[in-house]
């Protein structure tokens, strides 16, 4: 395997990388934590790279050193689904890691560009709605766990997650 290569800004010609990142983690990872039912409706929709991030200029990339992307995530000002902001909160979004690179750092790297560009920013802290299989991650990077929640996604369906929150 290689190494990480560099964390850097998203563009929307990332989009189609993205997605297919995205199509080879959600699933791999997911699958012990959800009914398979439930991944079947959902993941069509959650795999889909979100233009309005990846021209944000806070959602990032993680490559190889060869160049490959090998992660995703970024952070927004705005509450996912709203256009609501509150002073000084930052709300992480879409992270994912191929299967094949998951605890070598990737996550952690995307993370710390998050963290780093979000104190540049005047942000002092961060909201996530985690996956349940996302919060061990969260928590290692100093996360607290709120609640669990169920995310209305679309068309009536429900995805339970986890509200959490960290200072930066």
């Given at each position: 395997?290689?190494?990480?290569?560099?964390?850097?800004?998203s563009?929307?010609?990332?989009?189609?990388?993205?997605?297919?990142?995205l199509r080879?983690s959600?699933?791999?990872l997911?699958?012990?934590?959800?009914?398979?039912?439930?991944?079947?409706k959902?993941?069509p929709?959650i795999?889909?790279?979100q233009?309005?991030?990846?021209e944000?200029?806070?959602?990032?990339?993680?490559?190889?050193s060869?160049?490959?992307?090998?992660g995703?995530?970024?952070?927004?000002?705005?509450?996912?689904?709203t256009?609501?902001?509150?002073?000084n909160?930052?709300?992480?979004?879409h992270?994912?890691?191929?299967?094949?690179?998951?605890?070598c750092?990737?996550?952690r790297a995307?993370y710390?560009r998050c963290?780093?560009?979000?104190?540049d920013?005047?942000?002092s802290q961060f909201e996530?709605?985690?996956?349940?299989?996302?919060?061990a991650?969260?928590?290692?990077?100093?996360?607290?766990r709120?609640?669990?929640?169920d995310?209305?996604?679309f068309?009536g369906?429900?995805?339970?997650?986890v509200h959490?929150?960290?200072?930066?």
């Amino acid at each position: 395997m290689t190494k990480i290569g560099k964390v850097r800004v998203s563009t929307p010609d990332d989009s189609a990388p993205i997605s297919s990142l995205l199509r080879a983690s959600y699933p791999a990872l997911m699958r012990s934590a959800y009914d398979p039912m439930l991944l079947e409706k959902v993941l069509p929709r959650i795999t889909a790279a979100q233009p309005g991030l990846l021209e944000s200029g806070s959602y990032y990339v993680a490559e190889s050193s060869k160049g490959k992307i090998i992660g995703c995530g970024g952070w927004t000002r705005e509450r996912p689904g709203t256009s609501e902001i509150k002073a000084n909160v930052g709300h992480i979004r879409h992270f994912g890691v191929h299967p094949d690179w998951t605890r070598c750092g990737v996550g952690r790297a995307l993370y710390a560009r998050c963290e780093l560009d979000a104190r540049d920013a005047g942000l002092s802290q961060f909201e996530c709605y985690s996956s349940l299989n996302g919060e061990a991650f969260y928590s290692a990077l100093g996360f607290r766990r709120l609640a669990p929640i169920d995310l209305l996604l679309f068309d009536g369906v429900h995805f339970p997650s986890v509200h959490m929150v960290a200072n930066i």
